[in-house]
DNA sequence: CTTAGGG
DNA sequence: CCCTAAG
């Protein structure tokens, strides 16, 4: 099987002479002239060999080219030309042509692919690698997609795509395969396109190049995560943004100005066009230490995901764009509300769950939007997991969360906290099981829609940071000591069926706390009750009783043990000795 | 998903 | 409480 193809070659020209200078009228660039670089036609031979190309098939070449010329200026239906890509598979043309490409060495100078590139910007006017895309084709009113402005030129200018692309020259002339391939790395490199080429035809597209539209006007500068959709519509000049792919796989942190990999290999890349870089997925913890902005970029790039668009549901993205002119200092859950909220008050209260399970209350937001389907509702959940936490660090840092609210705050809080718990008490000595305190009557349902509750002094406390009742402590033990420290998710089935917060993870951490607790307060007695004496008043026998199970346990703490040996005589007023 | 441990 | 790593 023989084939023709285009070779690029130095003028020192390893090949025979017998080819024809292609290249200036394929760039249709009269600057050619001097550029060493043209196009030789050449026949591969089955055995790989180089066979300068006969008459015919230059002519044949020529007219080939000439009707690619032709079909350049016909900017006209975009969507065409894609869907005649998308179609048509590889030909076979295709592998011989690769394995060619392989044989012959193409040697282009810095300087030669320099001005390629110039000429591509001319010769491809609507080229998505020229920033001003948008303004040339700006006249439809609709944000161009930037693979479509490839698709636009014929296999000349998808040469020079290709190489832009691709950061090499290739020999390929069909002009199918070159727009598949730089289809397909601009896909696979290049998050716009992705997103472009998979929402093509959803009238989501559509729905969120408005939004961008809308939101890149006044956006402040953005981070290249997030640009993706805005480059889409504007073809933002400083931020090609690469809109993850979610590739499961990502690698570790990476700049967002990493390589890509691109399947056919690339070289050198042309930074400028190439900035759009496949990035990973941040961490969540990532996520909360960074600024706002970042923060919330994270979000899109989540919403953004194929798995979105696949679906076709990027409407939360879009409602979502709006926070981010919000005002760091200022409440973003409201703001939030507005936005995602397209509909309603609920999603605020969504986001104030906690992260770990905010299910049920997505399953709430859901009713209330019954737009939204389910991998919107996934989506919406993380999104709002990293806005809770971000909101959470507006109100104060995570710190200020902590220590603050631990050491400055309890003091005031003290008080209230104390009457409450005594009237707790009162219940739990009078044996009455007490449900739940104040408190959790407001959980279930609709736990914490108030997020904070200011304090005498200024200070916030979370809502959702419910204090360990006397009586959850209780059943804590009890369930330890039925089912043995460990087993928290039996325990949280037996003893804490009601109590739809406190997942097995806070019991063990309550545990954790008990026994540390339990062993630890024999040295500080004085000093820490006077000090501290409203923080958590844990009755004596039920530290005795943790102290019992832990040693049962044998998860007693090694240097601690003998800090309270004295107590033992209270230890066997208790069910519990019988169970285990 | 559950457990264990660090923050 | 939150997060993550393991099983």
Not at 390 to 415: C, H, N, W
Request: some cysteine; proline content about 5%; glycine content about 8%.
């Amino acid at each position: 099987m023989e084939t023709v193809v285009g070779v690029e070659w130095n003028d020192e020209g390893k090949v025979e002479e017998n080819g024809v200078d292609k290249s200036s009228s394929a760039l249709s660039s009269p600057k050619q002239i001097a550029d060493p670089v043209v196009y030789k036609l050449v026949r591969v031979e089955g055995d790989g060999r180089l066979v300068p190309a006969t008459d015919d098939e230059v002519m044949e070449v020529e007219d080939f080219l000439e009707d690619e010329k032709s079909e350049m200026h016909d900017v006209a239906n975009t969507e065409q030309t894609m869907g005649s890509i998308g179609n048509e598979g590889p030909s076979s043309e295709k592998i011989l042509l690769e394995s060619s490409e392989g044989l012959l060495k193409t040697k282009t100078s810095e300087a030669d692919a320099a001005k390629q590139n110039a000429q591509l910007e001319e010769s491809v006017p609507s080229s998505s690698l020229n920033d001003n895309h948008i303004d040339q084709s700006g006249g439809t009113g609709e944000c161009p997609n930037p693979p479509d402005g490839m698709m636009e030129s014929g296999s000349s200018a998808s040469a020079a795509v290709f190489k832009a692309t691709f950061g090499r020259e290739t020999t390929v002339k069909d002009k199918l395969w070159l727009k598949r391939r730089i289809a397909m790395g601009l896909t696979n490199s290049c998050d716009i396109s992705t997103t472009t080429f998979t929402i093509k035809d959803n009238k989501l597209v559509k729905k969120d190049e408005e939004e961008c539209s809308k939101d890149v006007d006044d956006s402040f500068t953005q981070d290249p995560a997030v640009g993706a959709a805005d480059v889409n519509c504007k073809g933002s000049p400083t931020s090609h943004g690469s809109q993850s792919e979610d590739h499961q796989s990502g690698s570790g942190k990476k700049s967002r100005n990493n390589s890509m990999e691109i399947d056919s290999g690339s070289e050198h890349l042309n930074t400028e066009q190439r900035a759009a870089k496949r990035i990973r997925k941040p961490t969540k913890r990532y996520i909360e230490e960074l600024s706002e902005v970042e923060s919330r970029d994270y979000s899109q790039k989540l919403i953004s995901s194929p798995k979105s668009v696949g679906l076709g549901q990027i409407s939360p993205r879009s409602c979502l764009r709006p926070v981010k002119n919000v005002p760091s200092d200022g409440r973003t859950v409201v703001t939030r509300l507005d936005s995602l909220g397209g509909s309603g008050v609920q999603v605020p209260y969504v986001s104030r769950v906690r992260r770990s399970r905010p299910r049920k209350n997505v399953m709430a937001l859901m009713k209330f939007n019954p737009s939204d389907m389910g991998m919107a509702a996934k989506l919406v959940k993380k999104a709002l997991g990293v806005r809770s936490s971000q909101t959470d660090d507006d109100i104060g840092s995570k710190v200020l969360k902590r220590r603050y609210t631990d050491q400055i705050q309890q003091p005031f809080f003290a008080e209230l906290e104390k009457e409450r718990q005594n009237s707790v008490m009162g219940r739990i000595e009078r044996g009455e099981n007490l449900g739940r305190s104040q408190e959790d009557s407001s959980g279930d349902n609709s736990d914490d829609n108030v997020v904070t509750v200011p304090t005498a002094k200024g200070g916030m406390r979370r809502k959702h940071h419910r204090a360990w009742t006397l009586g959850e402590v209780m059943k804590l033990v009890e369930g330890v000591s039925k089912c043995g420290a460990g087993r928290w998710s039996e325990i949280k089935r037996l003893a804490f069926a009601s109590y739809s917060y406190r997942t097995s993870v806070d019991l063990k951490d309550k545990w954790r706390n008990l026994l540390k607790a339990s062993f630890a307060q024999a040295p500080p007695d004085d000093g820490m009750n006077s000090r501290k004496p409203t923080s958590m008043p844990i009755p004596e026998p039920i530290l005795v009783r943790v102290r019992e199970l832990a040693e049962m346990n044998a998860q007693v703490p090694p240097n601690l043990s003998s800090s309270k040996p004295s107590v033992g005589s209270r230890n066997m007023h208790e069910t519990k000795s019988g169970y285990l």
